[in-house]
């Protein structure tokens, strides 16, 4: 096994690659009473897959002991081999935590024996989970699986600029619309879990128009990719709190985003607009569509 120490690692972990002999060599006696509290064993299968591929960079983190600069992402997708590089006992002295606070938050991980512990970005997918360590990494993870929706939930979920900009790209790249609208969900889904949108929940989704500006050519390699692994692309996009780097990484029937700490700031100054921020970007053409092209998006706008 080698890993890339340069990039911050993405570990996927297929829920149907774990044995029963896997889980009760990686969870200690108290996470597997919480997957046991599960009852949907889909979604107990994806928190154990979780948690063990976030016991994993974590374990790679601490054997290293260095941290990723260069702001570059790797996924891997674990196997056993992969698993073994680590014992029962060092897999079961990691503990997974998730915040408890009544408004919730990210998991954190750290040894069970220590009290300094260090965030971990974890979601799941059809069966698959993915985890990354830390925010000088990853800010935060989505996985999405697309799948086809009514009219109507694409009229009332996204703009009309957000519209006009799936229709370029799939025109233009041959790029499945149903993938691009879950990208664009994908990307609202990560901007919530980071700071910045704490107040916000999945009931103000339409109001986080996401502009991409670059990179739209580049979603074909991640499109057209036979497995969910490898290296991410990176797109340069926008909502009305400001600017960030979105990484893509998946397949035509995953989409895994990510927002990583070298390209994302938290404490970026950016002031609403003078509506309330729940509302923003509701509505038919409260933005003018203009000419998009694939890629870029005219920076202008206004409100209705």
Same mark, same amino acid.
């Given at each position: ?8 690692l993405v ?9 029963e002999?896997i ?7 108290t996470?597997?009473?919480e997957?046991?509290a ?16 976030a ?11 260095? *941290?990723? @600069?260069?702001?570059? !992402? ?5 196997d056993?081999?992969d %698993?073994?590089?680590?014992? #029962?006992? $060092?897999?079961?002295?990691?503990a997974v ?10 998991a954190h ?7 300094d ?6 979601s ?12 000088a ?7 999405e699986t ?7 939930f ?8 957000e519209?006009?900009?799936v ?12 993938w691009l609208?879950?990208?664009?969900? *994908?990307a @609202?889904?990560?901007? !919530?879990?980071?700071?910045?949108f704490?107040a916000l929940s %999945?009931?103000?989704?339409? #109001?986080? $128009? ?5 990179g ?17 692309e990176?797109l ?14 998946g ?17 970026y100054e950016h ?8 509302s923003?970007?509701?509505?038919p ?16 706008a206004?409100?209705?």
């Amino acid at each position: 096994m080698v890993i890339d120490q340069s990039c911050a690692l993405v570990a996927g972990l297929d829920s149907a690659r774990i044995t029963e002999e896997i889980q009760t060599s990686c969870l200690r006696p108290t996470e597997m009473q919480e997957a046991a509290a599960i009852a949907n064993r889909r979604r107990r299968d994806e928190w154990v897959a979780g948690r063990i591929a976030a016991k994993y960079t974590f374990l790679c983190g601490e054997q290293s002991h260095e *941290s990723n @600069r260069s702001g570059a !992402l790797y996924l891997r997708m674990l196997d056993s081999a992969d %698993l073994a590089a680590f014992s #029962s006992v $060092e897999y079961r002295s990691v503990a997974v935590v998730r915040d408890r606070a009544p408004g919730g938050g990210p998991a954190h991980v750290g040894w069970s024996s220590g009290s300094d512990t260090m965030q971990v970005a974890i979601s799941h997918s059809a069966g698959i989970s993915c985890a990354s360590v830390g925010t000088a990494g990853v800010w935060s993870l989505d996985l999405e699986t697309p799948a086809p929706r009514v009219p109507e939930f694409y009229i009332h979920t996204f703009t009309n600029r957000e519209r006009d900009w799936v229709g370029a790209c799939a025109t233009a790249y041959g790029l499945d619309p149903e993938w691009l609208y879950t990208l664009l969900w *994908s990307a @609202r889904e990560c901007l !919530l879990k980071t700071p910045n949108f704490t107040a916000l929940s %999945l009931w103000d989704m339409p #109001s986080l $128009e996401i502009e991409i500006l670059e990179g739209a050519e580049r979603l074909v390699r991640v499109h057209d990719s036979k497995n969910l692994s490898g290296s991410f692309e990176f797109l340069e996009a926008s909502t009305f709190y400001g600017p960030f780097r979105l990484a893509v990484a998946g397949a035509p029937n995953l989409i895994l985003t990510a927002i990583t700490g070298h390209d994302y700031d938290p404490n970026y100054e950016h002031s609403y607009p003078s509506q309330d921020r729940r509302s923003y970007g509701r509505g038919p053409g409260h933005l003018r569509a203009g000419n998009p092209l694939p890629g870029r998006y005219s920076r202008t706008a206004r409100q209705s």
